[in-house]
């Protein structure tokens, strides 16, 4: 069977893949190795296109502000990520006078972020995260006021002289994507793009229609969106969970999680996440954004106490009199447990390399089979090099061949996810590729499966060496690898001094040039990875 690659003479752009991320406002509570190994080291492994996460409030000290910039500078601006804020949740505002100096308080501490901390890639704003300002969703029975609020700070952005742009509506739940109808018609003016957000509840992870439905749910307001001004339309917020299982109460604590999590289903629930991707990226979506790129911390707060889901389950009749005072949020790429565990769940060796190859600033190209049950897509970066990602539905593998049309300049890497044999590593490293093709040779799609192809990557046959590797007081320093497109640090130790660095004997991935380490009388080699995943050589 043939998989065909072609292009449009005006092929959609596109703006990337990301996350929700909130270490910027929890930076002062990760611990240095939490931050440097695991949320710093995969961020900048994966490299995401865009980035979404609760800031830009109005009363955001300089504090939390100097550790956002802080946290901006090893991250999102490392990987050139642009960023869009949200104020999450907060209390509406019942004059004129109230609301105008929000909205300049909004605007003050952007300027501060921009201007003085050089925090230059904040790309949009929104004022309230799916629509929740003192109840969730409370302000989907009050569209003027969700304006008003806009249009304020339309103003004050402008007398500011910000370049930020204002997204509509935000709004999360199909039945409430309707929202966007009427920010079309009443917000056009001050609003740059439209977004919305959706979990998928109504279709489970095996479900084969769910593709070609929300490809066509995408396409219906994508076509909104661009016959207005050619607006554009992101996905804010995106995942799949079980119907009526996202959030569960017991003994004080809701805990707010992915209902295919730790049941041996979250390797399976990959593919759809995947095809949530494709179908919107074929369907001419924007941007799309998962949540989330990291757990909370056990647990951070109350959010939900007094507000949203929590106050509605303590309202219902079985919970009348409950009281809730913790909430756990679990829907992370990796976890973050009290006991330090802060590896990574299955999904996120499938969507490590989505977000990774499918970048910001593309193409987009027409990938098409005879067969139903794989699901692909593709894009084209500037540099003419390509990415293709196919997710193989069947319980079997399936032989293709790819027809390239001349879009493979060079030889393609192809990597692969077998959501029955996860290519898991403790480290949190993105496995390297299965083995390389050229146009016209076939591949084999496992069962249950995503494979990408990519010519997008840069050739290095040879091992680049860490230099004047130190071991005192219980840490181990080398010297910083600067050039080369250099991205992270992987260690190695061993009892032999002629030792060749391997996974067997990795001890350790890092961002930062020293770490913790038990025994000083190991022999110690520090290798780099560049930006293509290139550590050992061929």
């Known amino acids: 069977m043939d998989i065909s690659i072609t292009r449009d003479q005006y092929p959609v752009l596109f703006g990337g893949l990301g996350f929700h991320n909130n270490e910027a ?75 105008q100096k929000y909205c300049d308080d909004v605007a003050k501490n952007l300027v501060y972020l921009i201007e003085e901390k050089g925090v230059r890639h904040i790309r949009y704003y929104c004022f309230s995260n799916e629509l929740t300002q003192g109840k969730y969703g409370w302000l989907n029975h009050d569209l003027p006021l969700f304006k008003r609020y806009h249009e304020m700070l339309y103003r004050a952005f402008q007398n500011h002289g910000l370049d930020v742009g204002l997204l509509a509506t935000d709004a999360t739940g ?12 009443n917000m056009d003016r001050i609003t740059e793009d439209y977004c919305v957000h959706i979990y998928e509840r109504n ?30 339309l992101i996905l ?16 004080g604590t809701v805990v707010d999680t992915c209902g295919y999590f730790e049941t041996g289903e979250e390797a399976h629930a990959a593919l759809m996440l995947t095809e949530m991707a494709f179908a919107a990226i074929n369907a001419g979506v924007y941007a799309c954004i998962f949540w989330s790129y990291t757990d909370y911390p ?89 990415s293709v990602g196919i997710v193989n539905r069947h319980k079997n593998t399936v032989t293709v061949r790819a027809c390239a049309n001349g879009f493979f300049k060079k030889k393609a890497r192809v990597y692969e996810y077998d959501s029955n044999h996860v290519p898991k590593n403790k480290f949190c490293d993105l496995q390297t590729y299965a083995y390389e093709i050229e146009d016209g040779d076939e591949i084999e799609l496992k069962p249950e499966s995503v494979t990408f192809i990519t010519t997008d990557y840069t050739e290095r046959d040879y091992k680049v060496y860490a230099t004047d590797l130190k071991v005192e007081c219980g840490r181990l320093s080398w010297n910083e690898i600067r050039g080369g497109d250099h991205c992270y640090y992987r260690v190695y130790a061993s009892e032999n001094i002629d030792f060749e660095p391997s996974p067997e004997n990795q001890i350790a991935s890092t961002i930062a040039e020293s770490i913790p380490i038990n025994d000083e ?3 110690y080699k520090v290798l780099s990875v560049d930006k293509s995943g290139n550590c050992y050589g061929k």
Not at 33 to 57: D, W
Not at 205 to 223: A, G, P, W
């Open 298 to 386: 056990d647990p951070y707060s109350c959010a939900y106490a007094e507000t949203g889901y929590g106050a509605k389950w303590c309202q219902a009749e079985k919970f009348a009199s409950a009281t809730v005072d913790f909430k756990y949020n679990k829907w992370g790429l990796t976890k973050w447990e009290d006991d330090g565990d802060y590896s990574a769940r299955d999904h996120y060796w499938c969507l490590g390399y989505l977000v990774k190859l499918f970048k910001r600033n593309s193409k987009v190209l027409n990938v098409d089979s005879k067969d139903p049950m794989l699901r692909m897509c593709g894009i084209m970066n500037k540099d003419m090099s390509v």
């Open 25 to 99: 406002c929890l930076l002062p509570i990760i611990e240095q190795e939490h931050f440097n190994q695991v949320l710093c080291k995969n961020y900048r492994e994966i490299s995401p296109g865009i980035m979404r996460t609760f800031a830009g409030y109005s009363d955001w000290t300089k504090q939390a502000m100097d550790d956002f910039a802080r946290c901006y500078e090893k991250m999102y601006r490392w990987t050139d990520t642009p960023m869009y804020l949200t104020s999450a949740k907060g209390k509406i505002h019942f004059s004129e006078e109230e609301m």
């Open 521 to 523: 009388k190991l022999f």
């Open 236 to 251: 804010g917020e995106i995942g799949v969970t079980k119907s009526g299982e996202q959030l569960t109460y017991k003994s």
């Open 174 to 185: 199909y039945e409430n994507w309707k929202s966007v109808d009427w920010a079309i018609e």
């Open 203 to 232: 279709h489970d992870i095996y479900n084969l229609d769910f593709y070609s439905f929300f490809y066509e749910k995408c396409r219906e307001y994508v076509d909104k969106a661009i016959c207005n001004d050619g607006k554009r």
